[in-house]
């Protein structure tokens, strides 16, 4: 016997059983990612959304790790899932204010790598948990103008010129490894850890993101910010 | 009735002048050394040599702001455009950026007084 609206209906039930085991194991390796969050690493990320006065400058150079609380609009979910469960130092001064690990030397300042500490690892499930949890940190929609960016091309030498002399981004960034400045993260992984329209709004005012912000404001308007995002696609390329 | 307007008068100039206090009042414990240190020396060094920790792959040398005779040279309201407006409004580089998006007058102010004390009377 064929029953046409009831294998309909076993099919629709079975797609809803789906889709609630599906949400309900999402929103429970998002809880959980949250208690381990909570546990593990709310002593050095801020994870909970702070009042905005107490972002200051002490507050800044107190800190031990990148704020956490508006992960969502920042993170890509791969590179987060990955590096959660591998991490390696994306700061070459490390992960805190950089002054913290820099000494005085005769030859001028240099990182102290005995200040420097690794970031704990956690195990595939964690991570995913973890990442499940903050993907879900986005209290700044207002700054992101969600699929604003549209890669376009860019001639490497130009661009290069661009980000190191004129704009003068390399003074803190690396655009490969091993060349530019060491207090701010790297940039030529930068393609692959964070979301392209956090990287513009980033760029566009730091300050709106992070009170104490290291990063000055240049001022620019949308081609200038995306011609150093389509080097960005460049030098991400050059990576193994 | 008078009284009334008088009572309201002082409140509003009380509320007023508040507000003003609290706008023109610098972060607490703030100094220009630490302001330098966080925004600066990562270019121009912990000490204000130029040799900051950054200072090694840049084309241009962060200037060295122990030199007195360098320093003397330069006015106030120079360092303050500098600073706020970045190197190109001085026709120096660019890799002096404008920190008018980080700091605010009050805070380059204190900056100033910073590296006056530490080009020409010994401080660091």
Redesign the interface.
């Known amino acids: 016997m064929h029953y046409p609206r009831y294998n309909t209906l076993k099919r629709t039930v079975t797609f809803s059983l789906f889709l609630f085991f599906a949400v309900s194991l999402s929103a429970a390796e998002s809880a959980d990612g949250k208690q381990l969050l909570m546990d593990s690493c709310s002593n050095c990320h801020q994870i909970d959304m702070p009042n905005k006065a107490s972002l200051t400058l002490q507050e800044k150079i107190n800190r031990k790790g990148p704020p956490l609380y508006f992960a969502g609009h920042k993170y890509q979910q791969a590179w987060l899932e990955n590096w959660l469960q591998h991490p390696r130092r994306i700061t070459p001064s490390g992960g805190n204010y950089w002054a913290n690990a820099v000494v005085v030397t005769d030859e001028g300042d240099e990182i102290d790598e005995n200040k420097l500490t690794a970031h704990i690892a956690v195990n595939q499930q964690q991570a995913i948990a973890i990442t499940q949890y903050l993907l879900t940190l986005k209290p700044f929609p207002d700054l992101i103008r969600e699929g604003e960016y549209t890669p376009g091309k860019v001639p490497r030498m130009l661009a290069a010129k661009d980000f190191r002399k004129f704009k003068g981004c390399v003074a803190c960034h690396r655009d490969e490894e091993g060349f530019g400045g060491v207090t701010g993260p790297e940039l030529y992984t930068a393609m692959k850890r964070l979301t392209p329209e956090y990287i513009a709004s980033y760029i566009r005012n730091p300050t709106a993101w992070e009170p104490r912000s290291l990063m000055p404001n240049s001022h620019l308007n949308d081609a200038p910010i995306y011609k150093l995002m389509n080097y960005l696609n460049i030098i991400v390329e050059d990576l193994p | 009735m008078n009284s009334v307007n008088r009572i309201t008068s002082f409140f509003l100039l009380a509320v007023t002048l508040y507000s003003l206090s609290v706008t023109a009042q610098a ?4 100094t220009g050394k ?2 330098y ?3 600066c ?3 121009h ?3 204000g ?1 130029g ?9 241009v040398a962060p200037r060295d702001h122990t030199d007195a005779g360098e320093m003397n040279a330069r006015t106030n309201e120079d360092l303050f455009k500098a600073i706020k407006f ?1 190197g190109k409004s001085v026709n120096k ?10 700091l605010d007058d009050q805070e380059i102010n204190l900056i100033i007084k910073h590296l006056r004390k530490i080009c020409c009377e010994g401080g660091q």
């Open positions: 972060e607490s414990g703030i630490s302001l240190q966080a925004y020396s990562q270019c060094g912990l000490y040599d040799f900051g920790v950054n200072s090694y792959d840049i084309d970045g580089s660019p890799l002096m950026p404008n920190w008018d998006g980080n």
